[in-house]
């Protein structure tokens, strides 16, 4: 069985998924063979390409796994489908196919001898799905990719469980809002940098009814008036806590009747890894050590104070957009594919 869509419609992404096995009646084995070069001349190395937060490939492997198709036998309708313009051992690239059919390679099944007697995907009785335009996009150029990301954000598969939807920002204020340096004026006074891309970051989660609660200890060397200009300048408010961060947190998220997957942290160091650990979605910056890596969901491509608050408050709202899109879209009949 293989796929293909209209040629008419600009548009390759295989929604076949499932969550539960389909029922079996012998000891065939069904296995995903998924066929991933990086030789591609539009596009290099596009299969580790991050589409929408995920490597490109990323989007296949988990509908794959998570789609209880394999190790299971489709429905049998008894119909064959005879190409009459198409050989399966010569057949041309998918950009170069002249029907009104074009096939888009985003799956085929087959058994193991046709594989091992033809030495190809097709032969013998052949059949064939039409993916609906939405969920077919080819990606062969640059200005291909916008477009990809759009379709998948609203109609793509995002695992089988709902992405975090979040209502509270918990953010370091040293190592992640600010590089960790801390100026000296000939005067004596204290000054700090910070990157207004961060900042625009946070008004923006902001707007999206996000609260962001700014974090500092006590031997954090930021000057108490410096953090009140902070404070005052992305209008939300500066905490201040102990050597373990969650013993002071959990008693704000339980304050505002939230639970820790509501929750968005982010960290840079050791003291943080609990709440790492325990937050719905969490992220450290690039440059942070190995250990709050090894806890966070999420790595930032920035730096602390370069960009890393914008890349996670970017990654927040993507999250949004996918369980948004995950309420709102039609799946396709997976027990009937």
């Given amino acids: ?192 940098s910070v990157n207004t891309r961060d900042t625009t970051g946070l008004r923006m989660l902001q707007e999206e009814q996000v609260e962001v609660i700014l974090l500092t200890t006590e031997k954090d060397p930021i000057d108490p008036a410096l953090l009140q200009k902070l404070e005052d300048r992305i209008k939300c408010k500066v905490e201040k806590v102990g050597k373990e961060p969650l013993n002071d947190l959990k008693s704000i998220v339980e304050k505002k009747k939230l639970e820790w997957k509501d929750v968005a942290f982010m960290g840079f160091d050791q003291a943080d890894v609990k709440c790492l650990n325990l937050a719905g979605l969490s992220a450290v910056p690039g440059d942070a050590p190995a250990v709050a890596k090894k806890a966070a969901k999420y790595i930032c491509h920035c730096a602390g104070g370069s960009g890393a608050v914008r890349d996670f408050t970017e990654h927040i709202r993507l999250q949004k957009q996918m369980a948004k899109s995950q309420r709102e879209q039609d799946r396709i009949d997976r027990h009937n594919f």
């Fill in 1 to 192: 069985m293989a796929s293909a869509r209209r040629r008419n419609n600009e548009t390759s992404l295989d929604e076949s998924q499932s969550s539960n096995k389909m029922p079996r009646n012998d000891k065939s084995h069904i296995a995903a063979l998924i066929l991933a070069r990086g030789g591609s001349k539009g596009i290099p190395l596009k299969n580790i390409k991050m589409l929408a937060g995920v490597p490109l490939i990323g989007w296949v492997l988990r509908a794959a796994v998570d789609s209880g198709m394999f190790d299971s036998c489709l429905k049998e309708t008894g119909e064959q489908t005879v190409p009459f313009n198409l050989e399966p051992a010569k057949r041309p690239r998918r950009q170069d196919w002249p029907g009104e059919l074009c096939e888009n390679g985003s799956f085929y099944f087959a058994k193991k001898e046709i594989i091992e007697k033809e030495g190809h995907l097709q032969g013998g009785k052949l059949t064939y799905y039409e993916m609906l335009p939405e969920y077919s996009v080819d990606i062969d150029v640059d200005i291909d990719w916008p477009v990809a990301e759009q379709r998948v954000l609203r109609y793509g598969y995002f695992g089988k469980d709902t992405p975090e939807v979040v209502r509270l920002m918990f953010c370091n204020i040293s190592g992640c809002l600010t590089d960790g340096k801390i100026f000296m004026s000939v005067s004596g006074e204290a000054m700090v």
